[in-house]
């Protein structure tokens, strides 16, 4: 009965940075996880993806009764490669009538029995320039252990994991069939003995750190001669992320301490003030500081990193990490500038090169400036929420008020107010915000499709990316029989949120001889 069914296995390969080309989909009264969408000239449509196919395998797993949002992470955490086993639209309907056993169909065929019926090699790669790359792989225990199996090959080098769990810890972390092992939590196991692999896995506890590599990317480091280390690795995987923020200096300066503690080195943030520009930019207490302006610290003594955080006068951006997520990079003894440097992957002059083509349709991600000053009926927008979702929306922008003018659109996803980054703000605190903010105001606004495009790559929205704007705000010279705005009522004092000068850095000792810095 199954000999009918053929699935594909199709290996659909990504340049960094941009998209593999498809939608994967549920529908209403319609079996399975439906590939949607399929771009023309696509990795997606190279590899052979057709609109309506159904996946089966992710990587070797089976999926097909899987949840959807567990299917969509698997192959969101594949990074630039990943290997879908498909069967097309009426092949899956036909099997599901007959009640073909599909997990079984799928053993079958990605064991490589039907290799008349799998893509192409070259098709995946046809027109791409994809370096092939180790990949870093955090994984945390779970009741049912990591969710894998060693096994060592003869005549091949080092320990590969196979028999993945589906949703096991292995494979949520982004790990696949016969992937090889090279190091854990930082060290080197290539020459170790499966015994020694084991005992290191068991002393790691709760969560341990891979680097590992497939058959393609030995292949290349082979030829290039070059060896895999984790330092030329894909840490796109990696769950835990350091957070970019951007702080516009307020009257009484950045209102955060900066404090360097003397056993390990760190630069901490400590004591953030409420309401302060720090706090609203989203700086939390027992942040560790890695990175100032695009340069790293560690190493540097505090006095130094107080002065570069001064140089930046009226703005400075910093790289800083939790302790959660600076545990998680020191145990695989790399940086966490490591993930900031290779997510930029350039300057933001570059941002155009990172634009990406999707279903024929050029996008631009660029976020704009837009200055206003007050109309007779405010600014001329509203501010609205979507329940359970993050992010605040422009709507009822009236096309000759000041916002409309100023080049604010409908559905504009809101970034900053007056300098301030609000994405993280509720939605009474940006109102209030907008309020008090006199006569002029300047928002910093991307579209949806921007927003959707910067969070799904962890890229931070600043005001660098945009097209400076040195202009002045257009002036209200129509007075239009609108009624007045609803979010935009007179301004009103706002106290400032600390008392400490903004002229001069406060310095005080604390018991254990560390000095904190006032920013």
């Not at 009764?65 to 192959?75: G, I, L, P």
């Not at 006068?313 to 600076?326: A, F, N, P, Q, W």
Request: charged share 25%; glycine share 6%.
């Amino acid at each position: 009965m199954t000999s009918a069914l053929q699935p594909r296995e199709c290996t659909v390969t990504k340049k960094p940075q941009k998209k593999y080309g498809f939608f994967l989909r549920i529908e209403e009264d319609t079996a399975g996880h439906i590939i949607r969408n399929v771009g023309h000239n696509s990795p997606a449509q190279k590899a052979g993806l057709k609109d309506g196919d159904r996946v089966l395998r992710v990587n070797g797993v089976f999926v097909d009764k899987e949840e959807h949002e567990q299917v969509v992470e698997t192959v969101r955490k594949s990074g630039n490669s990943v290997v879908l086993l498909v069967l097309d639209e009426a092949s899956y309907e036909k099997a599901q009538k007959e009640g073909v056993n599909l997990e079984e169909l799928g053993q079958k065929t990605s064991t490589g029995q039907q290799q008349e019926q799998q893509c192409p090699p070259s098709m995946a790669n046809r027109g791409t320039t994809v370096t092939p790359q180790p990949r870093l792989c955090y994984l945390v225990r779970e009741e049912t252990g990591y969710g894998f199996s060693l096994k060592s090959t003869e005549g091949q080098k080092g320990l590969f994991l196979v028999e993945l769990l589906p949703q096991g810890a292995a494979a949520k972390a982004g790990v696949q069939n016969n992937d090889r092992l090279i190091e854990i939590n930082g060290k080197n196991v290539e020459n170790d003995t499966h015994e020694e692999v084991v005992e290191k896995v068991k002393k790691s506890e709760n969560h341990v750190m891979f680097l590992l590599s497939n058959e393609e990317t030995d292949s290349y480091f082979t030829s290039q001669r070059m060896a895999l280390s984790k330092e030329n690795a894909n840490l796109s995987l990696l769950p835990l992320k350091p957070r970019f923020i951007e702080i516009q200096k307020g009257k009484s300066g950045y209102g955060f301490y900066l404090r360097m503690e003397q056993n390990s080195g760190d630069h901490i943030i400590k004591d953030v003030d409420s309401g302060s520009p720090a706090a609203m930019a989203g700086l939390n207490n027992n942040d560790i500081l890695v990175a100032v302006n695009g340069e790293r610290v560690d190493g540097l003594d505090h006095e130094s990193v107080v002065e570069k955080i001064k140089q930046s006068e009226e703005r400075t951006s910093l790289l800083v990490v939790d302790k959660e997520t600076d545990s998680m990079y020191k145990l695989a003894q790399i940086s966490p500038f490591s993930y900031y440097y290779k997510a930029q992957d350039s300057t933001p002059a570059k941002m155009e090169e990172r634009v990406e083509l999707h279903m024929e349709q050029k996008v631009n991600h660029k976020p704009r400036i837009c200055k206003m000053v007050k109309g007779p009926h405010g600014f001329g927008f509203s501010l609205n929420i979507i329940k359970n979702k993050p992010g605040l929306f422009i709507t009822e922008v009236q096309s000759q008020g000041p916002a409309g003018r100023a080049g604010v659109e409908n559905n504009d996803f809101l970034v900053e107010v007056n300098g301030v980054n609000v994405t993280n703000e509720p939605y009474d605190k940006v109102v209030a915000r907008i309020q008090s903010t006199g006569d002029r105001l300047t928002l910093l606004v991307c579209s949806k499709d921007a927003y959707r495009y910067f969070q799904g790559q962890n890229i931070p929205i600043t005001a660098s990316m945009a097209d400076s704007d040195t202009s002045e705000p257009p002036a209200h010279t129509e007075n239009h029989p609108s009624e007045p705005e609803r979010n935009s009522p007179e301004p009103r004092e706002r106290a400032d949120s600390s008392s400490s000068s903004q002229s001069a850095a406060s310095t005080r000792a604390d018991d254990d001889n560390s000095d904190d810095t006032k920013l």
